[in-house]
Structures are given as structure tokens and as C-alpha cells.
Nanobody, 119 residues
Framework: QVQLLESGGGLVQAGGSLRLSCVASGSIFGLYLMGWYRQAPGKQRELVARIRSSGTPINYADSVKGRFTISRDNAKNTVYLQMNSLKAEDTAVYYC????????????WGKGTLVTVTS
């Protein structure tokens, strides 16, 4: 079992920056692929970025490439999402995800943190 707790969301003007954090507990953090997903009102949850246990990013959504950066600190059991040049369309609830990255692995989710970008 993995428990995930996101923080860092808030209200920001377009063009601004935020850094989201997700602290994991309950298992060996370094075994998990970590990811950030988001869900805007009336839309499906979508992948934002994922990162390997080694700290190498796996992929980013096309809509955030060049603006968002995912990173992790295994010593702190924490994954981050640095979001720069925010746009109104980035407004969403952002969720942290943990997965072992093997077939049949369980997805673990945090409760989410709301990011609102005003134009």
C-alpha cells in the first residue's frame, strides 16, 4: 500500500509558476514509477508527466512540454512538478500516481490538489 499526499496547488495568474509536491508513504518509494495526472472540469483525467524510479523522466503530455518539469527525491519520498508559463487551460485538479510499472500493478492515487490559472 502506498499513500500519496499532494500539495502546492493554488491560484495563479497566467504566465506564473507553481511547484506541486507529492509525498509518499507506506512502501519503498524508490520501487515506483511516479506520475502526475490532471482532470479539468468536464474532462477525463489525463497524463501530465511520468518519471522512472531512477529519476529519468519518461514522458510529458504534448501540451506541457517545455513548460513543466517532473523530478523526484527518493531520499524524501517526494515527487515534484514544476509548472512554468501557466495557461488558463492548465486549470485542473492535479493528481499524484504511483505504479510499480509491471503488468497488473496497482495504481495508487492521491486526493489531488487544485490549480487555478486566471487569464
Amino acid at each position: 500500500q502506498v499513500q500519496l499526499l499532494e500539495s502546492g496547488g493554488g491560484l495563479v495568474q497566467a504566465g506564473g509558476s507553481l511547484r506541486l509536491s507529492c509525498v509518499a508513504s507506506g512502501s519503498i518509494f524508490g520501487l515506483y514509477l511516479m506520475g502526475w495526472y490532471r482532470q479539468a472540469p468536464g474532462k477525463q483525467r489525463e497524463l501530465v508527466a511520468r518519471i522512472r524510479s531512477s529519476g529519468t523522466p519518461i514522458n510529458y503530455a504534448d501540451s506541457v512540454k517545455g513548460r513543466f518539469t517532473i523530478s523526484r527525491d527518493n531520499a524524501k519520498n517526494t515527487v515534484y512538478l514544476q509548472m512554468n508559463s501557466l495557461k488558463a487551460e492548465d486549470t485542473a485538479v492535479y493528481y499524484c500516481n504511483a505504479n510499480r510499472g509491471v503488468v497488473g500493478a496497482t495504481d495508487y492515487w492521491g486526493k489531488g490538489t487544485l490549480v487555478t490559472v486566471t487569464s
